[in-house]
C-alpha cells in the first residue's frame, strides 16, 4: 500500500495528515519530506496526524527517531495525533509517545 501526506500550515505551525501504511516501501519519502520540513524556518511546531495510517513498522519508527534529532537541532517541535491503538503502542514502547503527543495545556 502506498503512503499520501497532505500538509496545511499557518501561523508557524504545519500538520502532515497521513494516510496508508509506513514502512520499508514508503519511509523513504516521509523521511525526506519531514527533515526538509523540520528545518524549514516557516515552521517552529509540526504535527503528524495518523488518523488515517493503517500500519507502522520499525523503519518507521526510526524515521521519527531521526526527525526528532532533527528538531532538537533546528528548535522545532513534532508531535503526533490521532494514533491508532495499535500505532500508539508501538509510540509508548519505543518512548516517542512521552516525547512526541502534546500533554494538557498544549495546543494541537
Known amino acids: 500500500m502506498d503512503l499520501t501526506m497532505k500538509e496545511y500550515g ?12 509506513i514502512d520499508a ?8 519530506r519531514l527533515l526538509l520540513l523540520v528545518n524549514h524556518p516557516e515552521f517552529k511546531r509540526i504535527v503528524v496526524d495518523f488518523q488515517s495510517v493503517e500500519y507502522i ?4 519508527i526510526g524515521t521519527f527517531v531521526a526527525a526528532m534529532k532533527a528538531c532538537k537541532q533546528s528548535g522545532t517541535v513534532l508531535a503526533v495525533q490521532n494514533l491508532s491503538p495499535r500505532v500508539e503502542r508501538l509510540f509508548r514502547i519505543t518512548g516517542l509517545y512521552e516525547r512526541m503527543v502534546p500533554h494538557k495545556g498544549e495546543t494541537e
Open 10 to 21: 499557518q501561523n508557524g505551525q504545519l500538520v502532515i495528515y497521513l494516510k496508508g501504511e
Open 25 to 32: 516501501y514508503t519511509v523513504p519519502k516521509l523521511k525526506e
Open 57 to 60: 513498522d520499525s523503519t518507521g
